[in-house]
């Protein structure tokens, strides 16, 4: 008798914290269904779960111990491949889409759709940043950056700097004695590429950039937390860094200013900070030292972390496929072959004929997904593909399913470089840049930067993973939870 009642102390709080629960995930779902009234019928399939968590705690599971494709997965199995979902996540009402060309649509369609960042992200870009202005301020900053971002000849000014910094760094990696984070210095390495087209015209002390380099790893670790702002939470963290970095920022725009005036009429542009501290709009007025601060750190972060993680995976892939590694690096010793001996570095037009190094690109972007997803939000009552996504309901592109889809990319999960060779997917079926005016402005940059580091990767060094079964993490981009600890080595090619 006495231990039945001790099981039924135990078994009816836990039936009544479980019913509890599933009446609270009703009462949520009841209160947006009277919300919308009829349009509630129209929107896609799937749960708004708990209140206020939603689908969160799903998604901090399957992205913290993976695997990350059961999170959609889940959805697929419960309502079927509909290809868009309705759920809460992050704090909001959310439609997620993960069809190609349903993504497509909502990508392209500017009129319908603005960013829609999550509270966490939205707060430490900051408000004037590329990511998050709209309309004519954002086509007008946009207008601004082509030039010094993507144009052939910037690009190719960016090459030579690329190439050293890439060169001396592989070579010091390569003699150290003690094993490396190789994540960890390949970051290093693209923070001082994007640093050179940013800033690079303003002399700063090497602590400055390290200091730089901390605070931008503790925002990135702010993303994809609860908005917390309290010591002790990532978030807080994550705030104090924007701070300390906008700091840092503010004081080079101090110092350019006052070069800038000392130097009147004989001053000149060099570099992007400058080129953001002459721009005039059609009325004379130029951007305040705000916005230039949040534009400089969104490129800062857009430019350097994605590289970086895409650089380090091609690298690991590479390594784990030693026949796929023998093709790259017979392309790129045939590169050198043909060149002219008068030429002593990489050329952009050597770069485009890189075929099968792009293919290793590419398919590092999708394997890696280095932009899981992107996100935006319904400024009308929006129509897609016959269901409704309501106005100000958030609206996640998962990039991540995309890739992953069997039936678009078989064996998604194998490293396949030459399943690009004829590749003609449905418009949308790979997207690692977005698509639509967001599209990502530093894409070529990016290329031509992996593609130098790979290069000389390739043709000249190896690596030797001290972990190679280490677990990963997936947010905010997937990586080895030690960092990729590995011991570089040169390893002689045949044009050596
Ligand atoms: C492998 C490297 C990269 C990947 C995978 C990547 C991916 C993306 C994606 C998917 C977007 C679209 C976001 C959206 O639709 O809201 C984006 C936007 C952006 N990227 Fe990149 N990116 C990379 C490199 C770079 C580089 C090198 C820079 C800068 C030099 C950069 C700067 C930006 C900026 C400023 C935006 C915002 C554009 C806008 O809202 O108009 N990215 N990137």
């Known amino acids: 008798m006495e231990l039945m009642i001790n099981w039924l102390l135990l078994i009816v709080p836990f039936v009544g914290f479980v019913l509890g629960f599933g009446v609270l995930k009703r009462l949520n779902n009841l209160y947006y269904a009277l919300k919308l009234g009829k349009k509630w019928d129209e929107l896609p399939p799937g749960d708004l779960s708990w209140p206020l968590i939603g689908s969160t705690l799903s998604f901090l599971k399957y992205f913290t111990f993976g695997p990350p494709e059961r999170f959609i997965g889940e959805f697929s199995r419960r309502y079927g491949k509909v290809g868009m979902y309705k759920t809460h996540i992050f704090g909001k009402p959310t439609i997620i889409v993960c069809k190609p060309e349903l993504c497509r649509q909502v990508l392209t369609d500017e009129a319908k759709f603005i960013p829609g960042y999550p509270t966490t992200m939205k707060t430490l870009f900051g408000k004037k940043s590329l990511?998050?202005?709209?309309?004519?301020?954002?086509?007008?900053?946009?207008?601004?950056?082509?030039?010094?971002?993507?144009?052939?000849?910037?690009?190719?000014?960016?090459?030579?700097?690329?190439e050293r910094t890439v060169i001396s760094g592989l070579e010091e990696w390569s003699s150290m004695e003690k094993p490396l984070e190789l994540l960890t210095t390949i970051k290093q390495l693209t923070f001082k590429v994007i640093w050179n087209i940013f800033m690079g015209s303003t002399p700063i002390k090497s602590t400055s950039i390290r200091e730089m380099e901390t605070f931008n790893d503790d925002i990135v670790l702010g993303f994809f937390t609860m908005p917390i702002n309290f010591p002790g939470f990532s978030?807080?963290?994550?705030?104090?860094?924007?701070?300390?970095?906008?700091?840092?920022?503010?004081?080079?725009?101090?110092?350019?200013?006052?070069?800038?005036?000392?130097?009147?009429?004989?001053?000149?542009?060099?570099?992007?900070?400058?080129?953001?501290?002459?721009?005039?709009?059609?009325?004379?007025?130029?951007?305040d030292d705000e916005t230039i601060t949040e534009m400089i750190f969104s490129m800062l972060f857009g430019g350097q972390e994605t590289s970086a993680f895409?650089?380090?995976?091609?690298?690991?892939?590479?390594?784990?496929?030693?026949?796929?590694?023998?093709?790259?690096?017979?392309?790129?010793?045939?590169?050198?072959?043909r060149r002219a001996s008068t030429q002593t570095g990489v050329s952009l037009s050597e770069i485009k004929q890189m075929k099968f190094l792009s293919q290793v690109i590419d398919e590092t972007l999708g394997l890696s997904s280095i932009a899981f997803a992107t996100f935006r939000e319904a400024t009308v009552d929006a129509e897609i593909n016959g269901k409704i996504i309501p106005k100000g309901w958030k609206v996640i592109l998962w990039l991540r399913e995309l890739y992953m889809d069997e039936k678009l990319h078989p064996s998604p999960l194998q490293f396949n470089p030459s399943r690009w060779d004829n590749f003609i997917g449905s418009p949308g079926a790979f997207t690692p840049f977005g698509l639509g005016v967001r599209m990502c402005p530093g894409r070529d940059l990016a290329r031509i930067e992996i593609s130098i580091f790979l290069h000389y990767f390739i043709l000249n060094y190896k690596v030797e993973r001290l972990n190679p079964e280490c677990q990963l993490n997936y947010l905010p981009i997937s990586y080895p939870t030690d960092k990729c600890l590995a011991r570089v080595m040169k390893a002689p090619s045949k044009t050596d």
């Open 310 to 337: 895409t650089s380090m995976w091609a690298v690991l892939f590479l390594t784990d496929n030693p026949h796929i590694f023998q093709k790259a690096k017979e392309e790129q010793e045939d590169i050198i072959k």
């Open 235 to 287: 978030f807080h963290k994550a705030l104090l860094a924007r701070k300390g970095l906008h700091e840092i920022l503010q004081s080079i725009l101090d110092e350019k200013r006052t070069v800038k005036k000392s130097k009147g009429e004989n001053w000149e542009a060099k570099d992007m900070m400058d080129l953001l501290m002459e721009v005039r709009d059609e009325d004379g007025e130029g951007f």
């Open 131 to 162: 990511h998050a202005v709209t309309k004519e301020e954002h086509r007008k900053l946009r207008r601004l950056i082509t030039t010094p971002i993507s144009s052939h000849a910037a690009l190719e000014m960016y090459i030579d700097h690329i």
